[in-house]
């Protein structure tokens, strides 16, 4: 396996999340990144104060120009803003989920709380784009978004996937970092059951794109060859150390620190 992981999302130019923390990402994991940008935001730690949504056109051109030529070997789905682009996105994917495995991240809103989505979206998702889907990754207000349960707990946690895995998904892994509590527990459902990870919640600001961050990561084990569970488990331990490790930028939630793998000391 190449490591290639084509990822479809929006851009966010404080670096934090979006498209540019899913490129450093890929690249820390020893992934090589390709992209189609769905919107460029106006963002920073802060919050979200604009979103320009890019033409559908360009947006399959873009993704035609990346699979026409170099391929990939995984593909992160991230925001796609509006019903509009879910539909194009449905569409291009569905004749390659078989063979390329999608990590689908249903982003409805920034960590901020701002939303990224247009009424309909979470439908939308559910219905086009969750059975193209190798694994879908909600945190809880996702997971209540996508299917209407009331997600409060992890009994509700492990009803909230296997209800994503009846939609169609072939795993789920739904986070549980929103929930309260010293230690944060994800669960994975598959064929084999549900499997939770745990770890020590860090006491921090520095959260911004850790959705995007872990999917990315999901994916670009999924590219060099890894099970999904083994995907999973990296991705997550690779996203604590990024958290444990932030650097302390902005005013609001922080970025993660994306390049811990690269170097074992920040100058």
Not at 56 to 73: E, N, S
Not at 187 to 212: K, P, Q
Request: glycine letters at 12%; charged letters at 15%; hydrophobic letters at 50%.
């Amino acid at each position: 396996m190449q490591g290639r992981v084509l990822i479809i999302a929006g851009s966010d130019p404080s670096g934090g999340a979006g498209i540019q923390a899913d490129i450093k990402a890929v690249t820390a994991l020893g992934g090589y990144a390709a992209t189609a940008i769905t919107a460029l935001t106006v963002q920073n730690t802060k919050g979200v104060s604009a979103v320009h949504p890019v033409d559908l056109p360009i947006i399959r051109a873009q993704i035609d120009a990346v699979m026409g030529d170099i391929g990939a070997d995984a593909i992160k789905i991230g925001m796609l803003g509006s019903t509009a682009v879910v539909d194009l996105v449905a569409e291009m994917l569905a004749p390659i989920a078989a063979t390329i495995p999608v990590v689908l991240d249903p982003v409805l809103a920034a960590t901020s709380g701002d939303a990224l989505a247009s009424d309909g979206v979470a439908d939308a998702i559910l219905k086009k784009l969750t059975p193209l889907a190798a694994i879908i990754t909600p945190n809880i207000d996702e997971a209540k978004a996508l299917t209407g349960l009331k997600v409060d707990s992890r009994e509700a946690m492990v009803a909230a996937g296997e209800a994503l895995r009846a939609a169609g998904a072939e795993a789920s892994l739904v986070k549980g970092g929103h929930m309260p509590g010293d230690k944060v527990g994800d669960v994975l459902l598959r064929d084999e059951g549900a499997f939770w990870f745990e770890n020590r919640r860090i006491d921090t600001t520095s959260t911004h794109g850790t959705g995007c961050t872990l999917a990315s990561a999901i994916a670009t084990g999924l590219a060099l060859g890894q099970s999904r569970a083994d995907a999973v488990a990296a991705a997550i331990r690779y996203v604590h150390v990024a958290i444990a490790t932030a650097p302390g930028f902005g005013k609001g939630c922080g970025p993660l620190n994306h390049g811990h793998t690269m170097s074992p000391t920040r100058r």
